[in-house]
Nanobody, 126 residues
Framework: QVQLVESGGGLVQAGGSLRLSCVAS????????VGWFRQAPGKEREFVAY????????AYSDSVKGRFTISRDNAKSTLYLQMDNLEPEDTAVYYCGASDRIIWSSMANAGQYLYWGQGTRVTVSS
């Protein structure tokens, strides 16, 4: 059983930056594919970024590519999301998800993740 705890959300003006963290416990973090998703009010959970368990280049949604950076520190069992040049459209609750069964082609499918954190809220004002 994997426990995930997100932090780092808050209120920021458009053009600003935030860094989200997701600390994992209960399993060997490096064995898990981990991703960031977000959910705005009235909308479905949306893929943001992914880091595969075997390393390699990360993946991003088109809406955040070039502005957000996902990284992981396996020694600290922590996943990060550096968010720069934030836009009001980035306002959402951000969740990290993990699974040891993710394959590359399914990374954007929230249903493939076995474990989720409670989320951290990001609000971007215009």
């Amino acid at each position: 059983q994997v426990q995930l705890v997100e932090s780092g959300g808050g209120l920021v003006q458009a053009g600003g930056s935030l860094r989200l963290s997701c600390v994992a416990s209960g399993a060997t973090f490096r064995n898990y594919g981990v991703g960031w998703f977000r959910q705005a009010p009235g909308k479905e959970r949306e893929f943001v970024a992914y880091s595969h368990r075997s390393g390699g280049a990360p993946a991003y949604s088109d809406s955040v590519k070039g502005r957000f950076t996902i990284s992981r520190d396996n020694a600290k069992s922590t996943l990060y999301l550096q968010m720069d040049n934030l836009e009001p459209e980035d306002t959402a609750v951000y969740y990290c998800g993990a699974s040891d069964r993710i394959i590359w082609s399914s990374m954007a499918n929230a249903g493939q993740y076995l474990y989720w954190g409670q989320g951290t809220r990001v609000t971007v004002s215009s």
